[in-house]
């Protein structure tokens, strides 16, 4: 089954200890992209990669690493995490047509919480 | 640059009524556009995508869209509403302006009453 997986779902943790949230697709997308949702701002892009070892940043970056070492994989790390990254997250990807980014599969969502 | 609004962030509807939702866009050249479905707590899903063929564009569920380029819109509508359409719906643009990465709206929050 054509999906994107994220890991974990809800997480629960303290201002300033790192985590990682972990994103895979098993659809060969060259782009993948990192999302954060909160009421009344919608969506807003974190960062985002058009393949392998080509990241870049989105709208939101401050606060927030990513990688992409391999195709499927596209975690998204928080060195010192803060309050205000309290948020739901969500991981995307897509085909690329024609260098554009065509329609997006999104992951389940990881909703976090930074006490 | 490209953006997207969307106005209204909740719109009521009746059951069985029509459904409009509005997205207006801004862009230099023709754009790839998507309306979003958000059920409660699931991950984003497309409904419906205009990547510059038929500007009447159908998708599921009984919703479609319709590309007009002299307004820059792309408004959702369904004839009929039911209980289930209720969740958040995001319109995106995709576009040259944008380096083609998706720009999405602030969403809209669908309410379906009984």
């Known amino acids: 089954e054509a999906q994107v997986t994220q890991n974990p779902r809800y997480l629960i943790t303290v201002t300033g200890k790192k985590l990682t949230v972990t994103c895979s697709q098993n659809?060969?997308?060259?782009?993948m992209s990192w999302y954060r949702q909160d009421p009344g701002l919608g969506l807003r892009q974190i960062y985002y990669?058009?393949?392998?070892?080509?990241?870049d940043k989105g709208d939101v970056p401050e606060g927030y690493k990513v990688s992409r070492k391999e195709k499927r994989n596209f975690p998204l790390i928080l060195e010192s995490p803060s309050p205000n990254q309290t948020s739901l997250y969500f991981c995307?990807?897509?085909?690329?047509?024609?260098?554009?980014?065509?329609?997006?599969?999104f992951g389940p969502g990881t909703r976090l919480t930074v006490t | 640059a490209q953006s997207v609004t969307q106005l209204g962030s909740h719109v009521s509807v009746s059951e069985g009524a029509l459904v409009l939702l509005r997205c207006n866009y801004s862009?230099?050249?023709?754009?790839?556009l998507f309306w979003y479905v958000q059920y409660p707590n699931q991950g984003l899903q497309l409904l419906l995508k205009?990547?510059?063929?038929?500007?009447l564009v159908k998708g599921i569920n009984d919703f479609e869209a319709e590309f007009k380029k002299s307004e820059t819109s792309f408004h959702l509508t369904k004839p009929s509403a039911h209980m289930s359409d209720a969740a958040e719906y995001f319109c995106?643009?995709?576009?040259?302006?944008?380096?083609?990465?998706?720009?999405f709206g602030r969403g809209t929050s669908l309410i379906v009453h009984p």
């Open positions: 995307a990807s897509s085909l690329l047509t024609s260098g554009r980014v065509n329609e997006q599969y």
């Open positions: 659809m060969n997308h060259e782009y």
């Open positions: 990669s058009m393949n392998v070892e080509v990241t």
């Open positions: 862009s230099s050249v023709p754009p790839y």
């Open positions: 205009y990547t510059s063929a038929a500007t």
């Open positions: 995106a643009v995709s576009a040259p302006g944008g380096s083609y990465i998706p720009t």
